[in-house]
């Protein structure tokens, strides 16, 4: 009965839940990252750790590659970060996404929220 339950279940936990987020969301991230947090260090052997860590890598680098560029063209730049890479601890970062509403982070993408948590750390004096 079992096995004939665990496919079933599968397939109704993936066929489009009520509240479920989109992937690629900040709040699909921090889903994720909240889930990992509550298996402590056992989180750095679960599949989704290096997932989840090369998203933020590759958010972070194109908002560095970006804010380079905008320097390079003089334009004006998003954050103001007095080193050239921005520092951002991974719980800086969870509390950071955790300030955004939850409907904002619905919509957002990690990128964009990622941007705003730098934006908040590192605000340009204008």
Sequence with gaps: MLRVLSPLLLIAATASPAHATAAGTAQNFLDRANRLLG???????????????GEAVKAGDQIRLEREAAERARRPILYCSPKPRAELGNMEFIRGL?????????????????????????????
């Design 39 to 53: 298996k402590g260090p056992l989180a750095l052997f679960d599949r989704d750790y290096k997932q989840l860590r």
């Design 98 to 126: 955790e300030a955004i509403s939850p409907a904002e982070r619905a919509r957002i993408s990690l990128k964009d929220a990622m941007l705003r948590v730098l934006q908040r750390k590192y605000p340009c004096r204008r």
